[in-house]
């Protein structure tokens, strides 16, 4: 395959050459050379290496992230591909349905006539913290996690769920893409990414230090709703995501010794 110049590049992938330009400016695709006029060269490797970034980026993953997860000495591209790509299937099932959806909607409202609340809500099947809230109310209402997350999401508009909704996937799909590559739970990806998740908590909702976290590890390997939100996901990353968490509070215990 004959060098390409980033202008040619861009145009490829469908991206700009800024964004090339900040790609190999923070390390994460840096070009195997330079023509004699000083023009950014892609060769190969790159090429396959822009293919894994744009796929990660396209599943909601962090530059920082995907520079982690590409640089690691373990990645192997066939195996995280095919994990990406079980992802990505996923998500066009749910894409799929959820225009299914509309579409009924659109038809029963042209038709005049109402529609049954599954046929409504298919496709919607993630965690719904809503569905909880009473039940929340009675079993943490009194604390002053519960009272702070009541005082910080009120204050939130349609901004503010997106990000948590984005950013939460995205800590979701690296949870999955470790898993599938076969990391530990307890090892340092998948501690490190703990740590993201407990300061995800941390920042949108509540205080969540890591005695908290490791509660939460709990509820999610007891509560079979959280299962469910989980193992649609991938099928045992319930417990790896609550493994990760406990391995993450045991490395800060040890550390403040």
């Known amino acids: 395959m004959r060098p390409m110049r980033v202008g040619e590049l861009a145009r490829l992938a469908g991206l700009t050459v800024r964004t090339l330009h900040h790609y190999d400016e923070i390390g994460l695709l840096v070009p195997s050379g330079r023509s004699e006029a000083g023009y950014r060269l ?13 796929v990660l980026r396209e599943l909601g993953f962090e530059l920082g992230a995907i520079r982690r997860l590409v640089d690691d000495p373990g990645f192997d591209r066939r195996t995280a591909l095919e994990a990406q790509r079980e992802l990505l299937v996923e998500r066009v099932r ?15 409202m042209e038709g005049g006539r109402e529609m049954d609340a599954g046929e409504m809500f298919e496709g919607f099947d993630g965690f719904d913290a809503k569905q909880y809230e ?27 769920w997106e990000a948590i909704r984005v950013e939460g996937d995205g800590l979701m799909a690296e949870f999955a893409a470790l898993l599938a590559a076969g990391r530990r739970p307890d090892g340092p990806e998948a501690m490190a990414l703990a ?8 920042r949108w909702f509540y205080p969540c230090d890591h005695a908290m976290h490791s509660n939460l590890a709990e509820l999610y390997t007891s509560d079979p709703r959280f299962g469910e939100y989980f193992e649609q996901r991938g099928a045992g990353l319930t417990a790896f995501v609550s493994a990760a968490i406990r391995a993450n509070g045991e490395r800060a215990a040890q550390a403040r010794r």
Do not use: C, F, N
């Open 195 to 202: 740590e993201r998740h407990r300061l995800h908590i941390d």
């Open 94 to 108: 749910k894409t799929e349905a959820i225009i299914r959806a509309v579409d009924a909607t659109l038809e029963a």
């Open 42 to 54: 892609y060769r190969e490797p790159e090429l396959a290496r822009l293919q894994q970034i744009l």
């Open 134 to 160: 009473a039940e929340a109310r009675e079993r943490w209402g009194h604390t002053a996690a519960y009272r702070e997350s009541m005082r910080r999401t009120r204050r939130y508009g349609k901004a503010e």
